[in-house]
Structures are given as C-alpha cells and as structure tokens.
C-alpha cells in the first residue's frame, strides 16, 4: 500500500491553476480596465498591464490626501475588511501573483532554512511605520518606494518601454531593484519571506485570521507527527501550532494532511462550537 | 468570537457602499491611472 503521506488532496492540485488565472487576469488590461476596484491582493498597478488597483497604493495615497482635507479611505478599508472578515488571510495563499512569484522560486530547492519567528513582525512594523504614519505625515507612498512587487512589475518593465523613464533612473531605482534581488534570493532559501515580514498587505489581512469565517481545524488527536504538513507548508510555518495565525496564509495546502488532522471549516461548524464551550 | 465575522464583513460592506456614494472609487482610479513614480522607483 502506498505510504499515505504521499496521497495529494485535490485541493492542492487546484490551488496553482487559481494563481495562475489570478495573476492572468490582474494584468490583463487589454481584456478590461477596472482600476477603480481595489483588488485585495499586492498587484502593482504601475505595472503597464494592472486591470485593478493595489489596495495598499490607494490606502497610501488616500491618507496623504486626508493630511490635506481629504475624507477618510473608508471605500479602500471596507474593501479589505469585507473580505477579510469572510476568508481571512486566504488572498495571500490563493490569489496574489507576489505569492505566487515566491512559491515558483521556492520550487528551486527541496529543503528550505526557516526564519526566525520575531521577523513575523516586521510586516506590522511596515504597515504602521511605511504604509500608515509616514504617508499621512509626507503625502508620499513610502510602503511603495520599497515594494518589491513594485519594482517587478513597474520598475523593470516602464524604464524598459518609455526612453523618457530611463533617463530619470537614478540611485532609489538601484535599491528598489536590489530589494527585489534580495528577495528572490531569500525566497529561494526561505518560504515566503516576503509575506512573512515586510507585507503590509498582509499584516492587515492577517489579522482577521482568527475571526474569519472560513478557518483551519487541527484536530491534535488525530496528529501522528510524521511532520507532512511542515513539510508542504508554502508559508514556512508549522501548522500544529501556527495553523491560522498571523503568518499562516490560508492556502489550506496542510488541509492535505494524510491522517486527516487538519482541514478547512467555517466559523460556524460543530468544531468552532465545541471549541468554544471547552475553552 | 464564532460570529465576529458577521459584524466585521457588514461594516465592510458598509464602509465600502459608504465610499462608493462618496465617490472614493472615483479617487482610486485618479491615482491608479497615474504612472507612480514611487512604485517603479523613480520619485
């Protein structure tokens, strides 16, 4: 009989296609134009071919306006709470093409070095420092300025379309486009750096992981310890302790798990219930 | 905690239907159809 720990759950196998299509249709301008829709995924819309605006540009720039008299990014802010609330940080493991772009590396090698757990942080640093005090206070997209994301499909691609661009290349593009290196450096030795520390993003999404209606289930009871999960997490967690934390991106790939200990519910299932009483 | 997501997706749904009536969308798609010179490192 085959060892049941290479059993491959169907979702696993649906997971890279949604990317993928995701991805597609975020940049398929030449298809529609809905740039006035904040998709909630860290897609640049400096990109020549962005269909939907970066939910963090526009967070950004709305409280630069605010300084100025502009009203409160309630439009940007309900779009992420809406979301979030429902799915949860599943937008990181599911739809957003920077993710994605790091899953692909991290296929470069089998074995991967895992990150100290204070770099978690980082992400939350960001969001308070580059994406929300520093953007009211100058009016300047500072979280933009390093984003790798950025750099990968502004950065590179616009110099090399518009003559006039290249000629503004100065030593700020030199550091975004050493950023980006080091990131796709470290996401060839580490799952999801990116995500794990310096996603403003996903520092907001993450924190409607715990309250969100679609959730993650350990069920310990169940757990032989043959370390499957560890092992296929795309995030670089362990999913017997962190399984819907705050650098958990939901891709639900652990939802595998070949002795069934850990899978995908809802807030609203008899596990939740019981949960909540026992607690 | 099981039903905190109720309350937090309707007041993002309101805060977004809030914003539409408001005309932000209109603000985002002002910024997003502007070449950012911060995002491709140039300003």
């Not at chain 1, 661009?165 to 990131?183: D, N, Q, S, Y």
């Not at chain 1, 310990?220 to 092992?231: G, S, T």
């Not at chain 1, 519910?265 to 939740?272: D, V």
């Not at chain 2, 905190?4 to 914003?19: C, D, Q, R, T, Y």
């Amino acid at each position: 009989m085959a060892d049941p720990a290479h059993r491959i759950a169907p979702r696993l196998r649906v997971r890279r296609p949604v990317q993928l299509i995701t991805a597609f249709l975020l940049n398929a301008r030449f298809l529609f134009d809905a740039r006035s829709v904040c998709f909630p995924a860290l897609n640049c819309w400096a990109c020549p071919t962005a269909s939907v605006a970066c939910p963090l540009g526009a967070l950004q720039n709305a409280l630069g306006d605010m300084r100025l008299g502009g009203p409160l990014p309630i439009y940007v802010l309900g779009s992420m709470v809406a979301i979030s609330a429902v799915i949860g940080r599943s937008m990181c493991g599911w739809l957003c093409p920077f993710g994605l772009f790091q899953d692909l590396l991290a296929r470069l090698r089998r074995r991967h070095l895992k990150l100290p757990a204070w770099t978690g942080y980082g992400k939350y640093v960001m969001l308070v420092g580059l994406a929300i005090i520093l953007p009211y206070l100058t009016s300047v997209p500072w979280f933009c300025k390093f984003c790798p994301q950025g750099t990968l499909q502004g950065g590179i691609p616009q110099p090399l379309l518009y003559a006039e661009l290249r000629a503004l290349i100065g030593g700020w593009w030199f550091l975004k486009v050493g950023i980006l290196a080091a990131f796709v450096v470290a996401s060839i030795f580490f799952r999801r750096p990116f995500c794990r520390s310096f996603c403003a993003l996903g520092a907001i999404f993450s924190l409607f992981n715990r309250i969100s209606l679609i959730r993650m289930h350990f069920s310990p009871e169940k757990c032989v310890d043959c370390m499957w999960c560890v092992r296929v997490c795309p995030a670089g967690i362990d999913p017997r302790t962190e399984l819907g934390g705050m650098n958990c991106v939901q891709c639900m790939k652990c939802a595998g798990c070949p002795y069934h200990a850990i899978h995908v519910t809802t807030a609203c299932s008899r596990e939740e219930r019981d949960g909540e009483a026992s607690a | 905690m099981r039903w905190l997501w109720l309350p937090v997706a309707l007041l993002g749904v309101a805060l977004l239907w809030e914003g539409l009536r408001w005309e932000q969308a209109e603000a985002v798609w002002r910024h997003a159809t502007q070449l950012c010179l911060a995002c491709i490192g140039l300003g």
